[in-house]
């Protein structure tokens, strides 16, 4: 994954010391980095940077109470949250699982991009994009149709994966996608007539209804805890007979939860009682892994669903 995101202070002595901390991290030398994050935060109380450092620090030390005071500040300092301190105390049990906030996947996903493809598809295998296009073959196939699409939405489009895995079955392509850099790499491939960058549920707010009839997310749900709104405006801009095609992370548990990976599992009840909540017919749902981990492959579901 990228390098740690870094937030300026505004204040040269504060992020000099900032510097000065990561380096004695770097050493191993946790307790004196944590006290020259406490003076950097002295000069400059708001610094966020500091505070989500501190606090990893703290979490690396054993230290949950100051911890998670610690994640709370960097959320105080930053309300946008870009470096996901508030993902950070839901995995410490500290708050509610809820979504993740937009600026931390943008500045994520714009830090990931130059070396996202690299990243995915040769350290951990990722195969979604080919997951999902069998699925789709498949699901059409069982109601006798052709698998050709003449406008489909590509949600959470990162570099174009999906779209290059469907390229010949559809006529034109939509990309929705939070991070501006990774839609710059989109662009780059040629393959989408249209390309936006926002939050998929608002994304597809501003489609028309019945205006697709494909509707993709390969490796995108798995940023989204609760599937609702997006299955719901999914099922609005669907035309009859359309599909809605994506992968998520699974777990043998009930409902979702948060990984260690600061990415969501959605269990297969939660997502059979989704689709149907949403008013879309389930088509295939099956245990297929999408990437792997620690060369492992991570549980996953490939999900396919219809509009009736
Ligand atoms: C792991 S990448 C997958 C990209 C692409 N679909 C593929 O198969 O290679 C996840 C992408 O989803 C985007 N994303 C995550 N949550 C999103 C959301 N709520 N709305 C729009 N895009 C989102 C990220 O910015 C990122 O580009």
Redesign the pocket.
């Given at each position: 994954m990228p390098a740690r995101l870094f937030l300026s202070s505004g204040d040269l002595i504060a992020d000099r010391r900032f510097d000065f901390a990561r380096d004695l991290r770097l050493k191993g030398d946790l307790a004196a980095a944590a006290d020259l994050l406490l003076q950097a935060i002295e000069r400059a109380p708001g610094f966020a940077s500091a505070w989500f450092t501190l606090a990893d620090i703290r979490q690396q030390l054993g230290e949950r109470d100051a911890a998670i005071s610690a994640f709370r500040k960097a959320v105080v300092a930053d309300p946008d949250d870009r470096h996901g301190a508030r993902l950070r105390l839901m995995l410490l049990g500290a708050e509610k699982l809820s979504?993740?906030s937009?600026a931390y996947?943008?500045a994520?996903?714009d830090q990931y991009a130059p070396k996202?493809?690299t990243a995915?598809v040769d350290d951990l295998d990722?195969r979604?994009?080919a997951l999902l296009f069998k699925a789709v073959l498949s699901a059409r196939g069982a109601v006798h149709k052709p698998a050709f699409f003449k406008r489909a939405i590509?949600?959470?489009?990162?570099?174009?994966?999906?779209a290059g895995a469907f390229a010949k079955e559809v006529d034109e392509f939509i990309g929705?996608?939070?991070?501006p850099r990774?839609i710059e790499r989109a662009r780059l491939t040629g393959f989408y007539a249209e390309l936006e960058v926002?939050?998929?549920?608002q994304?597809l707010r501003g489609r028309r209804d019945a205006s697709a009839d494909l509707i993709?997310?390969?490796?995108?749900m798995?940023?989204?805890a609760d599937l609702a709104p997006v299955l719901v405006e999914a099922r609005r801009v669907l035309i009859s007979g359309g599909l809605l095609a994506f992968t998520v992370e699974t777990h043998g548990g009930e409902g979702v939860i948060l990984g260690e990976g600061l990415r969501y599992a959605h269990a297969a009840g939660y997502v059979r009682r989704a689709i149907e909540g949403a008013g879309l017919v389930l088509s295939r749902l099956e245990d297929l892994s999408a990437r792997n981990e620690d060369n492992a492959p991570v549980p996953g579901l490939v999900v396919v669903a219809a509009k009736p």
């Open positions: 979504d993740m937009p996947v943008r994520l996903f996202f493809e995915l990722y979604g994009p590509d949600l959470g489009c990162g570099t174009g994966l999906a929705i996608d939070l991070s990774m926002t939050e998929m549920v994304g993709l997310a390969a490796d995108a798995v940023y989204v």
